[in-house]
Nanobody, 117 residues
Framework: QVQLVESGGGLVQAGGSLRLSCAAS????????MGWYRQAPGKVRQLVAR???????NYADSVKGRFTISQDNAKKTLYLQMNSLKPEDTAVYYC???????????WGQGTQVTVSS
């Protein structure tokens, strides 16, 4: 059983910053990659940022230069530092882990980020 618990969401003004955290617990092994996705009302869930087990990262074009994904392996925690936030960043942000010998996706419950103009 794997649990992912996100925290750090909230309401912030445009131009502000937030840091999201995702704490992983349970049977964690053979991680392929971890990432952050977001889903705005009426839209499909989209990748925001991803980090592989080797430390390589990739970002959605819309967040490049503003968001930074990182991980603390000792704490089994994934982070997303979000700077220069824009109203269009408003969404529910989900933590994701792809892991296992036969890779399976695990998801957190989501945390709301609201950016006011």
């Amino acid at each position: 059983q794997v649990q992912l618990v996100e925290s750090g969401g909230g309401l912030v003004q445009a131009g502000g910053s937030l840091r999201l955290s995702c704490a992983a617990s349970g049977s964690i092994f053979n991680i392929n990659n971890m990432g952050w996705y977001r889903q705005a009302p009426g839209k499909v869930r989209q990748l925001v940022a991803r980090i592989t087990s080797g430390g390589s990262t990739n970002y959605a074009d819309s967040v490049k230069g503003r968001f930074t994904i990182s991980q603390d392996n000792a704490k089994k925690t994934l982070y997303l530092q979000m700077n220069s936030l824009k109203p269009e960043d408003t969404a529910v942000y989900y933590c994701n882990v792809l892991m296992g010998l036969v890779p399976i996706d695990y998801w957190g419950q989501g945390t709301q980020v609201t950016v006011s103009s």
